[in-house]
């Protein structure tokens, strides 16, 4: 991948792909720990009552709990409950992980810190613990420090969106100019949305004029309009750039050929709406808004066909896990119908299709315990394919 430089190009920027935010202080990010409201008890599914006599089923339930108070905000109370799983087993990597990430936000560095220096101790490429600790050497702006620990993320899971992306910031605060946006453009290949988090961010005051920094802005307004934004005031709205930015970035997009103007006549006045050219829209996919604003997706098809078996596989490794044969029946026939996944897994998956076709007629067959005596042959199956569709999916997006 060619970093950016100075050089006008004619085609697509190349990092405009599907990517963690650096957590803000005293707010949680959700989306690094799965954390979702609500659901303290009606989140965990309905256990046997061999699970009375599990030895993992209080802690899990106790990390059930913490998650919760977590996405509550309620970070005293969810370090308690760690706390307590720790007392359990005090190597929890998992329970480490989120006491550390708790403390951080409570602004207690020190216990943050501690926390994941046990991580560390335990496994000490664990890239998450190294990507965290980064955040509290940058609270503590030793951004040396900061960038070793991301660095050292990175050398563990090259692929960590979010680590190059404060690797990128640390960088940035260091007056590291060229580096910082490689790392930049590296984060934005792995995850897109990390463009739009770039462009609102003050860590990146120092690079803002570069021609580099620039490309990223026009990243940030092609995904927008691939969303269906197509309007100056609207673009603003979704992307949070100035409105001199977004038309300075739309002017270059249009001599470059990939964005056309159009004049919309309304009652009294006319307005203008800006568009992706239909090479490029057809290329990366298109989101289309009705009248109310309601998104209607447009992907490309094979792009569309992996994400409808991922999918499949998410409905039946559901239903093989809580042992629903009914419900298990009904979602092989997702990859066995043409009309559905039936083709996908002729092409790319015969002898799995072979397999799921045997699996229904012994479940019709043979009931419930042919499904519990074949479970952990079927999950492992079903993991596979799903290791395999994921790696795929990636790869198409990144050729699209």
């Given at each position: 991948?060619?970093?950016?430089?100075?050089?006008?190009?004619?085609?697509?920027p190349e990092f405009f792909l599907e990517k963690k935010e650096k957590p803000e202080k005293k707010?949680?990010?959700?989306?690094?720990?799965?954390?979702?409201?609500?659901?303290?008890?009606?989140?965990?599914?309905?256990?046997?009552?061999?699970?009375?006599?599990?030895?993992?089923?209080?802690?899990?339930?106790?990390?059930?709990?913490?998650?919760?108070?977590?996405?509550?905000?309620?970070?005293?109370?969810?370090?308690?409950?760690?706390?307590?799983?720790?007392?359990?087993?005090?190597?929890?990597?998992?329970?480490?992980?989120?006491?550390?990430?708790?403390?951080?936000?409570?602004?207690?560095?020190?216990?943050?810190?501690?926390?994941?220096?046990?991580?560390?101790?335990?496994?000490?490429?664990?890239?998450?613990?190294?990507?965290?600790?980064?955040?509290?050497?940058?609270?503590?702006?030793?951004?040396?420090?900061?960038?070793?620990?991301?660095?050292?993320?990175?050398?563990?899971?090259?692929?960590?969106?979010?680590?190059?992306?404060?690797?990128?910031?640390?960088?940035?605060?260091?007056?590291?100019?060229?580096?910082?946006?490689?790392?930049?453009?590296?984060?934005?290949?792995?995850?897109?949305?990390?463009?739009?988090?770039?462009?609102?961010?003050?860590?990146?005051?120092?690079?803002?004029?570069?021609?580099?920094?620039?490309?990223?802005?026009?990243?940030?307004?092609?995904?927008?309009?691939?969303?269906?934004?197509?309007?100056?005031?609207?673009?603003?709205?979704?992307?949070?750039?100035?409105?001199?930015?977004?038309?300075?970035?739309?002017?270059?997009?249009?001599?470059?050929?990939?964005?056309?103007?159009?004049?919309?006549?309304?009652?009294?006045?006319?307005?203008?709406?800006?568009?992706?050219?239909?090479?490029?829209?057809?290329?990366?996919?298109?989101?289309?808004?009705?009248?109310?604003?309601?998104?209607?997706?447009?992907?490309?098809?094979?792009?569309?066909?992996?994400?409808?078996?991922?999918?499949?596989?998410?409905?039946?490794?559901?239903?093989?896990?809580?042992?629903?044969?009914?419900?298990?029946?009904?979602?092989?026939?997702?990859?066995v119908d043409p009309t559905k996944c039936g083709q996908e897994m002729i092409d790319d998956f015969?002898?799995?299709?072979?397999?799921?076709?045997?699996?229904?007629?012994?479940?019709?067959?043979?009931?419930?315990?042919?499904?519990?005596?074949?479970?952990?042959?079927?999950?492992?199956?079903?993991?596979?394919?799903?290791?395999?569709?994921?790696?795929?999916?990636?790869?198409?997006?990144?050729?699209?």
């Open positions: 991948m060619d970093n950016p430089s100075n050089e006008q190009s004619d085609e697509i707010k949680i990010d959700r989306k690094l720990f799965g954390l979702k409201k609500g659901s303290t008890e009606t989140s965990l599914v309905k256990k046997d009552e061999g699970s009375l006599i599990d030895a993992d089923f209080n802690r899990n339930k106790l990390f059930s709990k913490g998650i919760n108070l977590m996405a509550d905000e309620k970070l005293e109370d969810a370090s308690h409950v760690f706390e307590m799983i720790l007392r359990i087993n005090p190597n929890d990597v998992d329970a480490l992980l989120k006491l550390g990430y708790s403390r951080f936000h409570l602004e207690d560095y020190s216990e943050s810190m501690r926390a994941y220096d046990k991580v560390l101790d335990i496994d000490v490429t664990n890239a998450d613990a190294w990507n965290l600790k980064s955040l509290v050497f940058y609270e503590r702006k030793v951004y040396g420090k900061a960038l070793d620990c991301a660095d050292k993320a990175i050398d563990s899971d090259p692929t960590f969106g979010m680590a190059w992306y404060n690797r990128s910031c640390y960088l940035s605060m260091l007056n590291q100019i060229s580096e910082s946006l490689d790392a930049l453009v590296r984060s934005i290949e792995i995850d897109v949305k990390n463009a739009k988090r770039a462009v609102k961010d003050k860590d990146f005051m120092n690079v803002r004029l570069e021609e580099g920094f620039k490309r990223i802005v026009e990243v940030v307004v092609i995904e927008s309009l691939r969303q269906g934004y197509h309007t100056i005031g609207s673009i603003v709205w979704t992307t949070f750039l100035d409105k001199e930015d977004v038309l300075k970035c739309l002017t270059r997009l249009m001599k470059r050929g990939l964005v056309v103007k159009h004049e919309k006549r309304q009652v009294w006045s006319t307005i203008d709406t800006y568009d992706l050219v239909p090479e490029i829209a057809n290329k990366i996919g298109t989101i289309k808004r009705g009248m109310l604003g309601i998104p209607k997706k447009s992907l490309p098809v094979p792009v569309k066909n992996l994400k409808n078996l991922a999918e499949a596989i998410q409905l039946i490794k559901s239903s093989i896990e809580e042992e629903e044969l009914e419900k298990t029946i009904e979602y092989c026939n997702l990859f015969l002898e799995e299709h072979r397999e799921v076709r045997l699996f229904k007629i012994r479940l019709k067959d043979k009931g419930i315990d042919f499904l519990r005596d074949n479970q952990k042959k079927m999950l492992a199956m079903f993991d596979n394919m799903e290791i395999t569709v994921t790696k795929k999916l990636r790869s198409d997006l990144a050729s699209n």
